[in-house]
């Protein structure tokens, strides 16, 4: 599976209170997933909620997939309301990478925490 294309649509984005979160959950929500011409089209929502306060971050769009695993996609989301497996996680992972990284600009304006998980780096000793 390819991602062919994404497009951000809407935002919407909520600071509560002046206090500084301490966590972030975040949530991908599919709403919509076909298969048209060989192609996945996929529209989804994702959203970054800010705990204790219940800031938020929600983005939407859509995305557009190529490859053969896509008809199997649009028939199990047809079946049971969801992807799973490889390109289940492919999917999640696009439209977490796209929205997240987007949000950063957004979380700036808002002067909230940016809603991506950077690793956590360790000194490793010296050979």
Known sequence: MKLES?????C???KNTITASKTINTN?????????????KVE??????????GSHIRTGGRAVYSGSE??????EWAKNGRIT???????????NYAASVNGVLIARAFNL???????TLAFAPKK
């Open 28 to 40: 991908i929500a599919l709403t919509s997933v076909s298969d048209q011409k060989g192609q996945l």
């Open 85 to 95: 497996g490889a390109s289940g996680e492919f999917i999640m992972n696009s439209i």
């Open 44 to 53: 989804f929502e994702h959203t970054v909620t800010y705990d204790p306060d």
């Open 113 to 119: 925490m940016p809603p991506v998980a950077l690793a």
């Open 70 to 75: 896509g008809k199997a996609a649009a028939e």
């Open 6 to 10: 994404m497009e951000l649509v809407f």
């Open 12 to 14: 919407d984005a909520r």
